[in-house]
Nanobody, 127 residues
Framework: QVQLVESGGGLVQAGGSLRLACAAS????????MGWFRQAPGKEREFVAT????????YYIDSVKGRFAVSRDNAKNTVYLQMNSLKPEDTAVYYC????????????????????WGQGTQVTVSS
């Protein structure tokens, strides 16, 4: 089992920044591909970003490219999501998620691929 705990959410004005963190425990963190998803009220949970086991590759949904950056620190068992130039439409509960990838360059944008999920952290962007 992998336990994931997100932090760093909050209320920010449009154009501002937030840095989310997701601390993992339970298994060897570097064996897992990590992803960030978000769910706005009344909407489906959507993919935001993913990063491979060593941070060598990252992929983003088009709407956040150039504004968000995902990174990881395997020594700290933590994945981050730096969010800049925030917009009201970024308002959502943000979740981190993990699936076992070993040391291969595997990643996914599909929610069903991820086996472990955090409880989520609320991000609210005011206009």
């Amino acid at each position: 089992q992998v336990q994931l705990v997100e932090s760093g959410g909050g209320l920010v004005q449009a154009g501002g920044s937030l840095r989310l963190a997701c601390a993992a425990s339970g298994r060897t963190f570097s064996n897992y591909c990590m992803g960030w998803f978000r769910q706005a009220p009344g909407k489906e949970r959507e993919f935001v970003a993913t990063i491979t086991w060593n941070g060598g590759f990252a992929y983003y949904i088009d709407s956040v490219k150039g504004r968000f950056a995902v990174s990881r620190d395997n020594a700290k068992n933590t994945v981050y999501l730096q969010m800049n130039s925030l917009k009201p439409e970024d308002t959502a509960v943000y979740y981190c998620a993990a699936f076992y990838s070993g040391r291969g360059t595997f990643y996914s944008t599909e929610r069903a691929k991820y086996d472990y999920w955090g409880q989520g952290t609320q991000v609210t962007v005011s206009s």
